[in-house]
């Protein structure tokens, strides 16, 4: 998983799906409507008139930096095949949805790459459920996110729900 942000970027250059700056704009072609301008959307969210989030606009404008990497891709073809032996039809992996608890608004700006964590089960074509623990001890939410092998969705969400009922599923955060 060490790799999971450089897998995830090739995957997305590698696809064919249309672009983030695309599924911005609301419409799935660029005959429907034009993707996002993100370097005008920047300007516009600095300006506090902007519909979009900074980390979507900050993702539009890497967008184009990323490359199909062969040898990513043969990691991710890879890491799906080992994952897929491990889980069979009826395992499950616990993986956690981020490295450190909670973070408080705009915080994760800081620390962008920790989309890895939920963003490598994307590529890897994978059910994943997220499933809510409680709270730490600083009264921020606990999560954890629950894998399966493909097409046993049904896992997932059976485990998470007998996690849930286990550990008190979600909890309103603290107010502090």
């Given at each position: 998983?060490?790799?999971s942000v450089?897998?995830?970027?090739?995957?997305m250059?590698?696809?064919?799906?249309?672009?983030f700056?695309?599924e911005?704009s609301?419409a799935?072609s660029?005959?429907?409507q034009?993707p996002?301008?993100?370097?005008a959307?920047l300007l516009?969210?600095?300006?506090?008139?902007?519909?979009?989030?900074?980390?979507?606009i900050?993702?539009?404008?890497?967008?184009?930096?990323?490359?199909?990497?062969?040898k990513?891709?043969a990691?991710?073809?890879?890491l799906k095949?080992?994952?897929?032996e491990?889980?069979?039809?009826d395992?499950?992996?616990?993986?956690?949805s981020h490295?450190?608890?909670?973070?408080?608004?705009?915080?994760?700006?800081?620390?962008?790459?920790?989309?890895?964590?939920?963003?490598i089960?994307?590529?890897?074509g994978?059910?994943?459920?997220?499933?809510?623990?409680?709270?730490s001890?600083?009264?921020?939410?606990?999560?954890?996110?629950?894998?399966?092998?493909?097409h046993?969705?049904?896992?997932?969400?059976?485990?998470?729900?007998?996690?849930e009922?286990?550990?008190?599923?979600?909890?309103?955060?603290?107010?502090?």
């Open positions: 998983m060490k790799y450089q897998i995830w970027t090739s995957m250059a590698a696809s064919d799906s249309p672009s700056k695309q911005m609301g799935m660029a005959e429907e034009p996002v301008n993100c370097a959307e516009r969210w600095a300006l506090g008139s902007s519909h979009h989030t900074l980390p979507a900050g993702l539009g404008l890497l967008e184009g930096l990323g490359r199909a990497d062969a990513a891709i990691m991710c073809d890879s095949r080992e994952l897929c491990l889980l069979n039809d395992g499950v992996l616990l993986y956690p490295p450190l608890p909670a973070v408080y608004h705009n915080q994760s700006l800081f620390v962008m790459h920790n989309f890895a964590y939920t963003a089960f994307n590529v890897l994978v059910p994943v459920t997220q499933c809510p623990l409680g709270l001890t600083e009264g921020l939410p606990l999560g954890v996110q629950v894998v399966a092998g493909p046993n969705d049904h896992i997932s969400l059976a485990v998470a729900q007998e996690l009922k286990a550990f008190g599923g979600w909890v309103k955060p603290n107010a502090n």
